[in-house]
């Protein structure tokens, strides 16, 4: 990602439609060629100008141009255009299912470390971020991928929030994007209650905003907010943030979320992870991250620079991202994580591994 207060990246022509028409200033855009180049010319003026931006009144109309060019009404009216954008899309970012003998070809010979976001990967996206429980199915093939592969859920949710919600011990936890890991040691903590309790304060006002406390962060979440309320729910989540220099923000899917200014986040989990593993510095491991938030390409972005392991988007609909494939919702990702379990029982001959003493053993391993 990038070291900005503000965090706003977006895929293509309907993102940069929505920067383009708050902006006239803005470079005009050919209409000749925009799908094909969705990804070119329309995006750099898009990441040149944001780029530019503060903590002001243009960047809290930035975050909210982009939820609104984002939802689901506003991306109908471009449908024609959207179809073109997806097509290019797929076409780079293909989907995990359909290049599933590609991944498991990949990972011959090496041990897959799977690292699972949660909300909109492993249970919907819902209006209620209390309500976002996954099902027992996904639940169960959860379970079945972490007897073969040691799996870790990282959620910008505390620690215990997604605990409750997964509700399997041989997990890793790493909440609160990573600040907050269950495993063999723990890493930098930052809490905030006095900011949790200002932004409630500051926004109860709003209807329908929900802040969330995840413990070393605080999301303030726009899922059932009015679009017209947005931009004034933008300024008073700026208006606390602005009174603590060691806090950013950053945007989600409807969310804006507070964090530490500290460099942590879902890549240096992923690292943290894999170093406590013992997988650091190993060659023999494949590691797997599957997630559908601008939190993740964090992550994406670690497996990309080291040349090792393999991303996986969850989006319905084109983003940029730094991950190689794509899966649309979380039953395609039960899916995937089904037929990666299937497949490794055929090659151990239906003999799961097993977690003793912080290391993963498997059928022909042995425990030191």
Request: net charge positive.
């Amino acid at each position: 990602m990038t070291n900005q207060n503000v965090i706003v990246q977006e895929m293509g022509m309907v993102v940069a439609a929505a920067v383009a028409n708050s902006y006239p200033c803005l470079p005009p855009r050919s209409c000749c060629g925009a799908a094909a180049h969705a990804g070119g010319s329309a995006m750099s003026i898009k990441k040149s100008f944001l780029s530019s931006l503060e903590l002001s009144g243009a960047r809290v109309n930035a975050w909210v141009e982009s939820m609104k060019a984002s939802s689901p009404t506003h991306a109908k009216a471009l449908a024609s255009s959207i179809d073109d954008v997806n097509t290019v899309w797929m076409r780079k970012h293909p989907s995990a299912l359909s290049k599933f003998e590609q991944i498991v070809s990949a990972s011959k010979g090496k041990q897959i470390v799977m690292f699972l976001d949660y909300d909109g990967t492993l249970s919907p996206i819902v209006d209620d971020p209390d309500s976002a429980f996954m099902s027992e199915s996904m639940r169960a093939a959860v379970r079945d991928a972490a007897s073969y592969f040691p799996t870790a859920i990282v959620s910008g949710r505390c620690r215990d929030k997604v605990y409750d919600f997964v509700k399997l011990t041989e997990l890793y936890y790493a909440g609160s994007h990573g600040m907050d890991i269950r495993g063999p040691a723990k890493a930098p903590k930052y809490k905030k209650s006095k900011v949790f309790k200002r932004l409630v304060e500051t926004t109860k006002s709003t209807p329908g905003a929900k802040v969330e406390n995840n413990k070393f962060c605080a999301s303030v979440h726009f899922r059932c907010v009015d679009e017209k309320y947005w931009s004034d729910l933008a300024d008073k989540v700026k208006s606390v943030i602005k009174e603590y220099p060691m806090l950013r923000i950053t945007q989600g899917r409807k969310v804006l979320e507070i964090r530490p200014t500290i460099k942590w986040d879902k890549g240096k989990a992923l690292e943290f992870l894999l170093e406590s593993l013992g997988f650091a510095d190993r060659r023999d491991v494949l590691p797997v991250y599957i997630g559908d938030d601008r939190t993740d390409e964090d992550a994406f972005k670690v497996l990309r620079d080291r040349g090792q392991g393999i991303g996986i988007l969850v989006s319905k609909h084109p983003k940029e991202t730094k991950a190689a494939y794509s899966l649309k919702e979380p039953t395609e990702v039960m899916d995937f994580l089904t037929r990666l379990v299937d497949w490794k029982r055929l090659t151990l001959n239906d003999e799961p591994c097993v977690y003793k003493d912080k290391i993963w053993v498997g059928p022909t391993s042995t425990v030191r």
